[in-house]
């Protein structure tokens, strides 16, 4: 179940501020606060689907497509696109999910290595 007092929620409501690279009515990307690597984004729908799981069985192919269309231009935006990036998203416990957002982060901007 979809907690709406979760952090992204609130920061979405705009009851927290962030660092914001792009936000429309359907998503938000902004920097993370404890980056892990030069550029460290975090990538948002507006809906409240708690997972990846949840995005992909809650959202239609429309919505699915529009927000991971959204990474390519936050990533072209930062100036990462040619130097390449690495997408990750945490589903669940065993994998350190700690917000029941879904969300993605976008690491870029040098050499990264392993997974993280």
Same mark, same amino acid.
């Given at each position: 179940?979809?907690?709406?007092?979760?952090?992204?929620?609130?920061?979405?409501?705009?009851?927290?501020?962030?660092?914001?690279?792009?936000?429309?009515?359907?998503? =938000?990307?902004?920097?993370?606060?404890?980056?892990?690597?030069?550029?460290?984004?975090? !990538?948002?729908?507006?809906?409240?689907?708690?997972?990846?799981?949840?995005?992909? =069985?809650?959202?239609?192919?429309?919505?699915?497509?529009?927000?991971?269309?959204?990474?390519?231009?936050?990533?072209?935006?930062?100036?990462?696109?040619?130097?390449?990036?690495?997408?990750?998203?945490?589903? !669940?416990?065993?994998?350190?999910?700690?917000?029941?957002?879904?969300?993605?982060?976008? =690491?870029? !901007?040098?050499?990264?290595?392993? =997974?993280?």
């Amino acid at each position: 179940m979809y907690d709406n007092n979760n952090i992204f929620a609130k920061i979405i409501r705009q009851e927290i501020s962030c660092e914001k690279i792009y936000e429309d009515d359907n998503v =938000l990307f902004f920097y993370d606060l404890y980056p892990q690597a030069k550029i460290h984004i975090l !990538g948002i729908p507006k809906m409240p689907v708690v997972d990846f799981t949840d995005f992909v =069985l809650k959202a239609d192919n429309e919505t699915l497509k529009y927000f991971f269309s959204k990474i390519h231009h936050v990533v072209e935006k930062v100036g990462i696109k040619k130097t390449g990036f690495k997408i990750v998203t945490n589903n !669940g416990k065993d994998a350190n999910q700690e917000v029941p957002h879904f969300h993605v982060h976008i =690491l870029g !901007g040098e050499k990264l290595r392993g =997974l993280k």
